[in-house]
């Protein structure tokens, strides 16, 4: 079992539509969680974090995480073209491990 | 703040040789982390330091691999022998903590002919 695993993409939304975006992991003394963003070439970029479990809302993203579950999930609200990329979850317990990431197409 | 940077950008060699990259974290950032990515992959994880100790490396990382934080501050990761599997992207990122989120330099690709 991978220590984080996202569900598989691509995945396909139509402009202005929710995306969303799935991660578990398995260890359970993990304590922060991450999503980043990944355009092709680049770097990864910081766009959530949380530590609590429940629901972090910033602008179009919400972030969830169900610690009891080992799930943590990312909401894209009125999705956009310039949304488009690979989203990946990163989880913390010491060293910081991703997933696979998940690539995201916003069709206009 | 300056960001984090990492040096070469690209570097290209032949299988066997010997290759070093830099990363230059934040300033005052205790943590340096260094990840390998490879086309449609997420970050593998190789090692990380806090300071100028290495906390952890990779299982999967062999000997042929190094790295090093002296005082500190720079990092340097270190591949010996190179193969052909070692062309990936190479990823440096450093945090404030051990909480705190990951910033990413642009990346060294090597590719290894």
């Known amino acids: 079992q991978k220590e984080v695993e996202q569900n598989s993409g691509p995945l396909s939304v139509p402009e202005g539509a929710i995306a969303s975006l799935n991660c578990t992991y398995s260890?359970?003394?993990?304590?922060?969680f991450f999503w980043y963003r990944q355009y092709s070439g680049k770097s990864p970029e910081l766009i959530m974090f949380i530590y609590s479990n429940g629901d972090k809302e910033d602008g179009r993203f919400t972030a969830q995480l169900n610690k009891a579950s080992q799930y943590v999930s990312l909401l894209i609200r009125d999705s956009q073209p310039s949304d488009s990329a690979t989203y990946l979850c990163?989880?913390?317990?010491?060293?910081?491990?991703f997933g696979q990431g998940t690539e995201l197409s916003v069709k206009p | 703040d300056t960001g984090v940077s990492q040096n070469p950008r690209h570097k290209i060699t032949k299988r066997g040789q010997n290759v070093t990259f830099r990363c230059d974290p934040i300033s005052e950032h205790n943590r340096l982390y260094w990840y390998r990515q490879t086309l449609g992959q997420g970050p593998e994880f190789l090692t990380y330091f806090q300071n100028e100790a290495q906390l952890e490396k990779s299982r999967l990382l062999s000997d042929r691999f190094s790295a090093e934080r002296p005082k500190g501050s720079f990092s340097t990761l270190e591949i010996q022998r190179t193969e052909q599997g070692d062309s990936a992207m190479y990823l440096c990122a450093s945090s404030q903590n051990s909480d705190s989120p990951l910033h990413f330099g642009n990346g060294t690709r090597l590719t290894v002919t």
């Open positions: 260890d359970r003394g993990s304590q922060s």
């Open positions: 990163a989880v913390q317990g010491g060293k910081l491990i």
